[in-house]
């Protein structure tokens, strides 16, 4: 398959943004100096520099250049309340104001109404808190190694849990020699990690039965995003989450669900719940703590207690695990989405609806054939996220990430790359193609996104 070049639209716009953004341009000369490529998460260091934003409120970013930019980002999909919402910085505000902010090295009355609201909300048992998506997934597989004595673990192709030593293979799409998911994807870690991590194909559940067939006696876990994220903002299907279930029962795997996206994204609680399946353990963050670096690892009382006294996984330490900030800010959140769920959830999720459809409307309407992932299922009734694809077949059917990362099915460096530029001269910021709602977006805001899609779709198509 050709795929088509977009190195001379590319060129012409990121020239224009260099132009437009002299601060910007400046501030990454002096990151160079100190930081690699100028930043600290690759995501974020878009070339040929990113953005270096001024303030965040509500549905925009202003940058250092004076661009009022409208997100769709939103703090990694961490924000859905939007930017420094008034409900959380004002119970941040209170909380530092009154010495309860810093970290004090003990613990407190904040942590166990927290966890109190935690375990309540999401049906768990136990709950242990840390920092950061990563090190959530990687201390569930920690314990689901401990406690089965296994050392094989099992993902989904396209599942991005994290950088962590487990979650480093079968996240890219390579298309050399068919080998798709099974790259290892960082150099340094342990050469066992190629060998001990499985990677089967999201929702294929012939593909995961073989699998358990196979090697069922030998693997810990089965770690996988009920909503998958960065493989393509694709729900599983309720059949393959409930086979999930069962083979990981009937052989005695430890069933964790990744749920750093999913978690309070589409309802106040787990989005497990929703399917009716209970896992045995789950990771929590980004929604849960509205921008604050919060994390959690939940689940079974006698798997989790393999972290406490005498159970022998050092799911220990952490200076920040725990932190009031983080605690506050969950509490905050969790709270407000569940008072708040009757207004919240049905809303963002109509204005998820009409994101997807009037994206793929303005694209069309230049002759650009675009579908949009992020749609809900029979079980999650709607979403508030979106995924732009521009697939070469109109018919093409999305269920893995090797349907929405194969250059061969998808023109996948117009979605990741060329829309992202051609948006951002319109100011207006996606990733991988759009990203999430917030309580703060409007539908005036939607307006202005499908105004911003038909002038970067025109500007696409006259260079195709
Ligand atoms: C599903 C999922 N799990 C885990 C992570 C890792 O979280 P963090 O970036 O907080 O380490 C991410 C981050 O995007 C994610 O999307």
């Keep these: 398959m050709k795929h088509r070049d977009h190195s001379r639209l590319l060129a012409d716009l990121r020239g224009e943004y260099a132009r437009r953004n002299p601060r910007s341009s400046e501030l990454q000369a002096r990151a160079l100096r100190h930081m690699v490529d100028g930043g600290s998460h690759t995501l974020r260091l878009l070339e040929p520099f990113p953005p270096r934003i001024a303030e965040a409120a509500g549905a925009f970013v202003t940058d250092e250049d004076g661009h009022r930019i409208l997100d769709f980002w939103q703090g990694h999909y961490a924000n859905l309340l939007g930017h420094n919402p008034p409900e959380l910085l004002g119970a941040l505000q209170e909380g530092l104001a009154a010495g309860r902010g810093l970290q004090t090295g003990f613990t407190d009355r ?10 309540r909300l999401t049906g768990t048992e136990r709950v242990r808190f840390t920092t950061s998506g990563a090190l959530a997934t990687m201390y569930a597989v920690l314990l689901a190694r401990a406690s089965t004595g296994r050392d094989r673990i099992m993902k989904v192709g396209g599942g991005w849990h994290g950088a962590q030593p487990w979650a480093l293979k079968g996240v890219d799409f390579h298309g050399e020699n068919h080998s798709q998911f099974q790259h290892v994807e960082t150099k340094g870690l342990p050469q066992a990690i190629a060998r001990e991590v499985l990677v089967t194909r999201f929702n294929d559940p012939e593909m995961l039965e073989g699998l358990f067939r196979r090697h069922g006696g030998e693997v810990a876990c089965f770690i996988v995003e009920p909503f998958m994220g960065a493989g393509g903002f694709l729900f599983a299907e309720p059949e393959y989450i409930a086979l999930a279930r069962e083979l990981c029962t009937r052989h005695g795997t430890v069933l964790i669900f990744d749920e750093v996206i999913s978690g309070f994204r589409f309802h106040p609680g787990a989005v497990s719940q929703l399917y009716g399946v209970q896992p045995d353990l789950a990771t929590f ?3 849960m703590g509205g921008g604050m670096p919060v994390a959690a690892v939940a689940g079974r009382a006698e798997l989790m207690k393999m972290a ?11 200076t920040y695990s725990g ?3 983080g605690m506050l800010a969950a509490r905050t959140m969790m709270a407000h989405l569940e008072t708040h769920a009757r207004q919240i959830y049905p809303r963002l999720a109509a204005l998820g609806e009409h994101t997807r459809r009037a994206v793929e409307a303005a694209f069309a309407s230049e002759g650009l054939h675009a579908a ?3 749609d809900g299922n029979r079980v999650v009734p709607g979403s508030s996220l979106a995924m732009v694809h521009f697939p070469y077949r109109e018919a093409t059917r999305f269920r893995s990430p090797e349907d929405t990362h194969n250059p061969d099915v998808c023109d996948v460096a ?9 948006l951002l001269l319109e100011d207006v910021f996606v990733v991988h193609g ?7 977006h409007t539908e005036e805001h ?7 899609c038909r002038r970067a779709a025109r500007r696409i198509k006259a260079s195709l």
């Design 434 to 440: 759009l990203g999430s709602l917030c309580t703060a």
């Design 308 to 318: 406490g006294r005498g159970g022998g996984v050092k799911f220990s330490g952490g």
């Design 414 to 422: 117009l979605s990741e790359t060329v829309v992202q530029m051609a």
């Design 285 to 287: 963050a980004k929604a």
């Design 372 to 374: 949009c992932t992020g």
């Design 323 to 325: 932190h009031p900030a």
């Design 446 to 452: 939607l307006e202005r996104l499908a105004e911003a």
């Design 110 to 119: 904040l942590q166990v109404e927290t966890a109190e609201l935690l375990c």
